[in-house]
Structure formats: structure tokens, C-alpha cells
């Protein structure tokens, strides 16, 4: 997990040496998280039935997200990062586009629970009990705090003073990529995540055309429209603001494009559901027309 400019922070030798012992810490979580959620998983097949709580979908969803998590900081795409801000840029729309959703729908609440130790299983019973984090975990509040929270990430680690120290200090490189992965994560689990846990479906729109869409679009437009470079130059490319207008539209179009095909699909499955369970609601909603029938009636009025 390197910056553009370790080696000039940080001289010959000692960035290479914090970057190896991150890049041992990552994999090592990864492996834990992997680990943990193949056991938990496990367990729940043996009780259940294979396939049943946790389907074979959202395993392979949540494999991939790990895969994409460690792929977005080494290897091409950890290069391309360090050669120039839109690669950097690049990078976080892996993490917060492709990463984020793969681990919220892979619904690792309960495979990590059950994978964890007995005592450690019975304090998190005793903290979900607590009545502030049973508030937080209604699905409306989580995913207003889960927009609240991808929203201060974004622009805190897109700042220039922030940007420039992620940049210079590996640890503080990571901390980043840490924040976006776990603010995508927890922004899409009402989404994606485990039918129990999701947001209602007017909610989930609000949360991505308000809460995503529009934060991301706004530090697009900033860095695509700025007249000269916001950032130091040692930061950018060759061409400095061809780079930071490349960033801005890399922000910009993935994160409205991704957006919108989701907020669409949640849109089209309300109708479809609506159709399922009340076909003479959604008729009446269609035609303008009031209902037939008395029953009918009492029913749009519920």
C-alpha cells in the first residue's frame, strides 16, 4: 500500500520497508476474514442445509470482494496508482465501487458471528442487545449513518492537506483505503446485503441518488472543472491538470453510472413486489383510475 511519492518522502529503503510490512498485515486480514467467513459458512450448511441462509452466490460475491480488495493495491493497479493521481483515483473506484458492494452482498454478519469464539460471540449478542446499537442496526438508520459515513471519507481523503499526507506516509495510505473499503461496505449492505437487513426500497433510492450519487458527482464536477491544480504538483502526473481532470471524470461518470443501474434495479424490484402483493394498488397507481371495488379501496388506504 504505497503512495505516489514514498521513496521521496520517506528516502532509499525505509518506505519500502514500512510498505512490505503493510502489504503482510493486508494480506494477513484478508486471509483472517476468508478464513473466518469459509467457517462460518460452514457451520451454518451443517445445520441448515448447503445453500440455505447463505447461498452459494453471496459466498463466491464475498471471495471476490477479498480478491478485489488485494488487487487494488498490488500488482498493475498499484503502478498504475503511483504513476499519476488518476490512477490513485482509479484505484478508489475499485475499492468503493467493485469492493464495497462484492463484501455487503456477500451478508458476512452472520457467518463471521458464527465463526467467532464463544466469548467474543456473547459480547457481540450483548452489544447488538444494547438499546443505541439496536437503533443503529434498523435498516433506515444504518443507511443514513452508512451515507453519512462514505460521504466524509470520500471528500476527507480527496482534501489536499489529507490527500498529500496518504500520500507521503504509508500508514496513513492505508488508513485510506481502509475507510473507503468499510464505508462502501456498510453504504451498500442495505442494498445488497441479507433480505432481513435491507433498507426499504424508497429508503435504499435516497441513500444512493442522495447519499452517493450526488457527494461523489459534486467532488467530481470540483476536480474536473478546477482552473489549475488543487494538489501539489509533486502529486500529479506529467501534465498536472490533464491528470487531475482525468480523476475527476473517473469519479464522476463510474460512480453515477454504477449508481444509477442500482438505484433502477431497486426501483424495478419495488414495482415488482408491489405487483406481487398488492396487483390493485399498483393498477390504480398506473391507470389514475380509482379502485373497483370496496375491498380494493380499503386497501390503498392501508
Do not use: K
Amino acid at each position: 500500500m504505497s503512495g505516489l511519492t514514498v521513496h521521496r518522502a520517506h528516502g532509499p529503503g525505509s518506505g519500502d520497508v514500512a510498505e512490505g510490512l503493510l502489504t503482510m498485515l493486508a494480506v494477513a486480514v484478508v486471509c483472517l476474514l476468508a478464513a473466518g467467513y469459509g467457517r462460518g459458512v460452514q457451520e451454518l450448511w451443517a445445520r441448515r442445509g448447503r445453500g440455505r441462509v447463505v447461498g452459494g452466490p453471496r459466498v463466491t460475491a464475498f471471495g471476490a470482494g477479498l480478491v478485489v480488495v488485494l488487487a487494488a493495491d498490488q500488482g498493475p493497479v498499484h503502478r498504475v496508482a503511483e504513476s499519476s493521481y488518476a490512477g490513485h483515483m482509479a484505484q478508489h473506484m475499485l475499492l468503493l465501487l467493485v469492493a464495497g458492494p462484492l463484501l455487503a452482498a456477500g451478508a458476512a454478519g452472520l457467518p463471521l458471528t458464527m465463526a467467532a469464539p464463544r466469548p467474543l460471540r456473547r459480547l457481540l449478542a450483548r452489544l447488538r442487545a444494547a438499546p443505541p446499537v439496536r437503533r443503529l442496526r434498523r435498516p433506515a438508520e444504518h443507511a443514513l449513518l452508512a451515507a453519512a459515513a462514505q460521504t466524509l471519507a470520500l471528500w476527507l481523503w480527496h482534501l489536499p492537506g489529507p490527500y498529500v499526507a496518504a500520500v507521503d506516509r504509508p500508514v496513513l495510505h492505508a488508513a485510506e483505503h481502509l475507510s473507503l473499503v468499510v464505508a462502501a461496505w456498510l453504504l451498500w449492505a442495505p442494498v445488497l446485503g441479507a433480505a432481513r437487513h435491507r433498507a426499504p426500497a424508497p429508503v435504499s433510492l435516497l441513500l444512493l441518488l442522495v447519499g452517493t450519487m450526488l457527494p461523489a458527482s459534486a467532488l467530481g464536477a470540483v476536480l474536473t472543472f478546477a482552473p489549475e491544480p488543487v494538489y501539489p504538483l509533486r502529486v500529479l502526473g506529467p501534465d498536472p491538470l490533464a491528470d487531475q481532470q482525468l480523476a475527476g471524470l473517473l469519479m464522476w461518470a463510474p460512480m453515477d453510472l454504477v449508481v444509477l443501474v442500482a438505484a433502477l434495479a431497486v426501483f424495478l424490484g419495488w414495482l415488482l413486489r408491489l405487483d406481487r402483493e398488492r396487483p390493485d394498488r399498483l393498477a390504480t397507481a398506473r391507470s389514475g383510475m380509482p379502485p373497483a371495488s370496496g375491498a380494493a379501496t380499503e386497501g390503498m388506504v392501508r
